[in-house]
């Protein structure tokens, strides 16, 4: 399993934009679809958006529809996710993980945590004034 980390959050004004990155160290993300996901202080880990393993489909949660946009570079191996037009509501830790399919893991709808692993330490993103 590929160990991952998360960069890219900071602190950003309502309006703003940030792209977090995902890279893993060992085995590579190549074959594995990818899930983004956040955690807000007090609240469950809720699936973000997700890119498929083979066709590099995509999905996105309805909150964030329009506003995310999450990528593949294979040639880096990494994967991006995007974020404008921020909301204080979008202020949490953000983490990435790989899917647990034996196969490949087609993206159909908002990834969920227990489908996924490999969990990094996450990369926080404020949204505030």
């Known amino acids: 399993q590929p160990r991952l980390v998360e960069s890219g959050g900071g602190l950003v004004q309502p309006g703003g934009s940030l792209r977090l990155s995902c890279k893993a160290s060992?085995?590579?993300?190549?074959?594995?679809?990818i899930g983004w996901f956040r955690q807000a202080p007090g609240k469950e880990r809720e699936g973000v958006s997700c890119?498929?393993?083979?066709?590099?489909?995509?999905f996105y949660e309805d909150s964030v529809k329009g506003r995310f946009t999450i990528s593949r570079d294979r040639a880096s191996d990494t994967v991006y996710l995007q974020m404008n037009a921020l909301e204080p509501e979008d202020s949490a830790i953000y983490y990435c993980?790989?899917?647990?399919?034996?196969?490949?893991?087609?993206?159909?709808?908002?990834?969920?945590?227990?489908?996924?692993?490999?969990w990094g330490q996450g990369t926080l993103v404020t949204v505030s004034a």
């Open positions: 993980a790989v899917d647990r399919a034996l196969g490949p893991y087609h993206c159909l709808a908002s990834p969920s945590p227990g489908d996924f692993q490999s």
């Open positions: 060992g085995v590579g993300l190549r074959s594995y679809a």
């Open positions: 890119i498929s393993s083979d066709d590099d489909t995509t």
